[in-house]
């Protein structure tokens, strides 16, 4: 079936850099946008990154200056998310979600489980 | 970016109720809109999409209106597994996907 597995979450120190993956299975992935998306612990939802399908538009949420590097590796069918410079504020529940477009509508129709990140001290 | 505002923030409600939740964007957005419903530890699920359109699968209780700046969730008759967190998401000016806050529904 169509899934979504990431993996690398943890406790990281404030400053520190965490690689999170996800591997994608049951579906033709290289055909597929892909972002990240988190939720800090107790609130809302917020997308972090976006990858186009192949690999050549990349896009960042704006308060992210440049710390977090989105990429994939079609061939394995893997996406990750290259942490940097981490902060506090970065806890949060991270998923791995596909993006579809049906009816002229984006829509994120696939998520992973989730991996916990936890900047602390 | 768009800005995206739900209300209420939270609501009580009864088993057989009728809800209706309220997303507001910032600008208009065309039909270009998503409901999700996240229950508690579970990543979101897609209900709706293109403002008015079921994912496949979803129950016909549920149903989407509205178009520019101002749409609407409903749910006709409120199941107990209807209980959670329901988001809206702005497809329009992809990928910058932004979601609404989110809007809590628990038991009355």
């Known amino acids: 079936q169509v899934q979504l597995v990431e993996s690398g979450g943890g406790v990281v120190q404030p400053g520190g850099s965490r690689r999170l993956s996800c591997v994608a299975s049951?579906?033709?992935?290289?055909?597929?946008?892909m972002y990240w998306v988190r939720q800090p612990p107790g609130k809302g939802l917020e997308w972090v990154s976006f990858i186009k399908y192949d690999g050549s538009n990349k896009y960042y949420e704006d308060s992210l200056k440049g710390r977090f590097i989105i990429s994939r590796d079609n061939s394995k069918n893997m996406l990750y998310l290259q942490m940097n410079s981490l902060r506090p504020e970065d806890t949060a529940v991270y998923y791995c979600v596909r993006m579809s477009v049906w009816l002229r509508s984006p829509m994120m129709d696939v998520w992973g489980q989730g991996t916990t990140v936890i900047v602390s001290s | 970016d768009i800005q995206m505002t739900q209300s209420p923030s939270s609501l009580s409600a009864s088993v057989g109720d009728r809800i209706t939740i309220t997303c507001r964007a910032s600008?208009?957005?065309?039909?270009?809109l998503n409901w999700y419903q996240q229950k508690p530890g579970k990543a979101p699920k897609v209900l709706i999409y293109?403002?008015?359109t079921l994912q496949s699968g979803v129950p016909s209780r549920f149903s989407g209106s509205g178009s520019g700046t101002e749409f609407t969730l409903t749910i006709s008759s409120l199941q107990p597994e209807d209980f959670g967190v329901y988001y809206c998401q702005q497809g329009f000016s992809s990928p910058r996907l932004t979601f609404g806050g989110g809007t809590k529904v628990d038991m009355k």
């Open positions: 600008q208009t957005i065309s039909n270009r």
């Open positions: 049951g579906f033709l992935f290289s055909t597929y946008d």
């Open positions: 293109g403002a008015a």
